[in-house]
């Protein structure tokens, strides 16, 4: 997702407006764009990294904050050779091996010379991380995707990488047993053949016998100078599979590769084009939906996007925020 919004939280049973729960309790500094979060193993410090600032983040003792600046994890840059290797994008933290392994997105906007990079670190200390450069996940013009918006996912000890924007959509590849380096080719898993093919930021969660596919799709930014159709705003979609690979599908069983999606949160009341999401299991709160979005009372512009939460209910078989 490229960078242009604030994220909200929103907890399951807070009070409900068009049938969503209102967002969570935020403080500190909250705007924020694409946030990724974890909690630190070592004492239960929650870390947030968002878009922005070379990949800015934050820690605080509790999901709700108060959240403290910690700076920026790659204040020098990317080593990737790509133009944008000054502006990263789009972060995905994951535990690896007992280290913190954060992925970024090198690109400019709009541009396919994309590459996924990877950078780690032992504390999340200020200062303590490692670039390792691109993962191997990387694109040009003559892909069928744009190689941004990275997330690891662990199935049992074997990594994937699922990523894309636009273009082709959402692609997965195999990485290798540190998950440092894509190890095969890349099979597409999510496709919207109608329009400009808006569906980028995708976010594998496995929850029972699922696993659960969550993306953004629609118009992310610029909501400030030039709003879209109502409905066509950004909103976060859900597909499942009994499969890790593929076999994606909505809640009518129509495939992901197709068309398929089922909405999981979209604008209501005050908030608007809810996106850039992760899933996060929260030790006392369960699953956890994270996401940015533009609070209309606030104002439209991106750098207005705030954090926002919910607790997610699968009781379904379907996520329900």
């Known amino acids: 997702m490229y960078p242009t919004a604030t994220t909200a939280i929103i907890p399951l049973f807070a009070t409900l407006a068009h049938g969503y729960a209102n967002p969570g309790a935020c403080s500190g500094p909250c705007n924020v764009h694409d ?19 070379k990949i800015s983040y934050a820690t605080a003792e509790s999901i709700e904050g108060p959240w403290t600046n910690v700076g920026s994890m790659l204040p020098g840059g990317s080593v990737i050779n790509l133009e944008g290797n000054d502006d990263l994008w789009a972060p995905d933290v994951q535990l690896v091996n007992g280290a913190y392994h954060v992925y970024y997105s090198v690109s400019t906007f709009g541009s396919q010379n994309s590459a996924i990079g990877l ?9 303590d991380w490692t670039d390792h450069g691109s993962t191997g996940v990387q694109s040009t013009s003559a892909k069928p995707y744009n190689a941004i918006d990275g997330n690891l996912f662990n199935d049992g000890g074997t990594y994937y990488m699922n990523f894309g924007s636009f273009w082709h959509d959402i692609y997965q590849a195999p990485m290798n047993s540190a998950a440092t380096k894509v190890t095969g080719a890349s099979s597409n898993i999510a496709y919207d053949p109608a329009g400009e093919h808006e569906v980028e930021g995708s976010y594998l969660y496995k929850f029972g016998d699922y696993y659960y596919l969550f993306y953004s799709k629609g118009k992310c930014c610029g909501y400030d100078s030039s709003r879209p159709p109502k409905g066509e705003e950004y909103k976060i979609m859900v597909c499942r599979s009994s499969e890790v690979a593929g076999g994606f599908v909505d809640k009518n069983g129509v495939a992901c590769t197709n068309g398929g999606g089922t909405v999981v949160l979209e604008s209501h009341g005050t908030v608007y084009g809810p996106g850039g999401q992760g899933v996060f299991t929260d030790p006392e709160l369960g699953p956890v939906l994270y996401y940015h979005y533009v609070d209309t009372t606030i104002g439209y512009a991106d750098g207005q996007k705030l954090f926002g939460w919910n607790q997610i209910d699968f009781s379904s078989g379907w996520p329900v925020v």
Do not use: K, Q, V
Not at 119 to 125: E, F, G, H, V, Y
């Open 35 to 53: 946030p990724s979060l974890i909690r630190r193993e070592s004492d239960g410090l929650y870390f947030r990294f968002s878009t922005g600032n």
């Open 119 to 127: 950078a780690t670190s032992n504390t999340m200390d200020a200062g």
